[in-house]
Structure formats: C-alpha cells, structure tokens
C-alpha cells in the first residue's frame, strides 16, 4: 500500500504542476492571439542548445523590430524534430506591447503546439496516477 500511495502522489503532484504550467502558457496563447503585436521576423542564426538528458538540438534565433524601432532577438521555446526554421526565413511574429522579449513565432507549432504537449503530459500523469489508485 505505501509504494501505490506514494506513487499516486507523486504521479498526481506531476499531473497538477504540468496542468497549471499547460493553463497559464495557454493563457498566454490566448493574449497572444487577442491582444499581441504582429509583424515579421527573420530567423538569424540557430544556436546549439545542450541538454543533458538529450543531445544536442538547434534552437532558432528570430530578430524583429518592436512598434518603437528597436531590434529584438529571441529563441523559440519549442524545440525538437520538426521545429527547426532555416536561417534567412521570415516567419510570423506576435508579441505583448509590454513584452516584446516574451515574443513567440505566429505559426501553430510554435504557439499552441507547446500548449497541447503539456497539457497531453499532465492528462498522462493523471491517468497514471488514476491506474495506481484503482489497482493498489
């Protein structure tokens, strides 16, 4: 009984900060799409990004300029296979008027993909959670 309690705590703990982590990047999203800037960007260089649990991927470098006229670089949060964005593309670009460094590429992948792929993580650890509760 301790191990199945314990892991339903554990699984369930996982399940709620992932749930809130997916909410308020969604929450985001949504002022994004209802209250961000829009204009176009262009990918200027890919960076190596280290992880330890993973090899070494690419993360695109967009650089845009803001409603005041000055330069703003950033990186996509989204990285992996299938996100990668050539250098020299112009690509969608939406940010906060308040935020321009929490700027996020305008494109699915790269707004509400990172959304639905937590949100799908936390529904795993809860229904994980769930299966150990009903067989413990």
Same mark, same amino acid.
């Given at each position: @009984?301790?191990?199945? =309690?314990?892991?339903?705590?554990?699984?369930?703990? /996982?399940? /709620?900060?992932?749930?809130?982590?997916?909410?308020?990047?969604?929450?985001?999203?949504?002022?994004?799409?209802?209250?961000?800037? #829009?204009?176009?960007? %262009?990918?200027? $260089?890919?960076?190596?990004? $280290?992880?330890? $649990?993973?090899?070494?991927?690419?993360?695109?470098?967009?650089?845009?300029? $803001?409603?005041?006229g000055? #330069?703003?670089? =950033? *990186?996509? #949060? @989204?990285?992996?296979?299938?996100m990668?964005?050539? *250098?020299?593309?112009? %690509?969608?670009?939406?940010?906060?008027?308040?935020?321009?460094?929490? +700027?996020?590429?305008? @494109?699915?992948?790269? *707004?509400?993909?990172?959304?639905? =792929?937590?949100?799908?993580? +936390?529904?795993? =650890?809860?229904? *994980? +959670? %769930?299966?150990?509760? %009903?067989?413990?």
């Amino acid at each position: @009984m301790g191990n199945g =309690f314990i892991g339903v705590i554990v699984c369930g703990a /996982v399940a /709620v900060l992932l749930l809130a982590v997916g909410l308020r990047d969604g929450a985001l999203v949504w002022r994004l799409r209802r209250h961000g800037i #829009r204009t176009w960007g %262009v990918v200027v $260089d890919n960076v190596r990004v $280290d992880r330890r $649990d993973a090899g070494p991927s690419w993360a695109p470098v967009i650089a845009f300029a $803001d409603r005041r006229g000055h #330069r703003v670089e =950033f *990186t996509t #949060r @989204m990285r992996g296979g299938g996100m990668g964005l050539a *250098t020299g593309r112009r %690509v969608p670009v939406v940010y906060l008027a308040h935020d321009p460094q929490g +700027a996020r590429v305008s @494109m699915w992948r790269h *707004t509400v993909g990172p959304v639905v =792929f937590v949100l799908l993580a +936390a529904l795993v =650890f809860a229904g *994980t +959670a %769930v299966l150990i509760a %009903v067989t413990a």
